[in-house]
């Protein structure tokens, strides 16, 4: 099985990217909203930690962006509860799809959490600046404030394009980005 780990900063598009390349996808945003609406345990481990933010199951995003706009710390505690629960659902999609030929990881803390092995193939998504700004304000109502915070956590964008194997330009239009989806498998399968 080959591991396709689609990288890029927040709100660049890679989990619209990792979609294109027709492969079994384990996206780690699905993942973890699946935790706050049906994981219990991960609830209570929340409302252990932040009590005061936490209020009631399911654990609403909402409650946590006030936790981390109220203290950076407070997302190193989120992800210290979260990260192992998602390893665990990353494990079960690895073993459920150890026959296909091509998985893609979308994964926003990939390198950051040291997911990625020596042996995938990593692909950066590159897009503008500008792009991405007009998405991220309609995504978090204006909020650009608790992006500064998540970039905080994560490795510069320029070391994840450094340490890719391949850039996919993502302008945001369907057929260009899916052409390039597939002259990597093709490029992938070939080599």
């Known amino acids: 099985m080959i591991r396709i780990a689609v990288v890029g900063g927040i709100g660049s ?16 945003d699905i993942e973890v909203a699946k935790l706050y609406k049906k994981n ?4 209570k481990k929340l409302k252990k930690a932040l009590p005061e933010h936490v209020r009631s ?12 706009m109220d203290r950076q710390n407070n997302l190193k505690k989120i992800i210290k509860i979260v990260h192992p629960q998602i390893r665990k659902s990353l494990n079960n999609f690895i073993k459920k799809n150890k026959q296909r030929k091509f998985i893609v990881l979308d994964i926003p803390l990939l ?22 700004n007009k ?3 309609k995504k978090y109502k204006g909020n650009l404030k608790i992006i500064k915070k998540f970039e905080k956590v994560q490795l510069p964008v320029e070391l994840k ?4 194997n391949f850039i996919i330009k993502n302008n945001f239009r369907k057929n260009n980005v899916k052409k390039s989806a597939k002259n990597i498998l093709r490029y992938i399968l070939n080599a």
Do not use: Q, W
């Open 161 to 164: 394009r450094k340490k890719s």
């Open 57 to 68: 199951f399911p654990v609403k995003k909402n409650e946590l962006s006030e936790a981390i």
């Open 135 to 137: 998405r991220l304000k």
């Open 40 to 43: 219990r345990k991960c609830y």
């Open 111 to 132: 390198m950051e959490n040291k997911i990625n092995k020596k042996n995938d193939i990593i692909v950066f998504v590159d897009s503008k600046k500008k792009e991405i």
């Open 13 to 28: 598009g890679k989990s619209y990217v990792a979609k294109l390349f027709g492969y079994p996808v384990f996206n780690a």
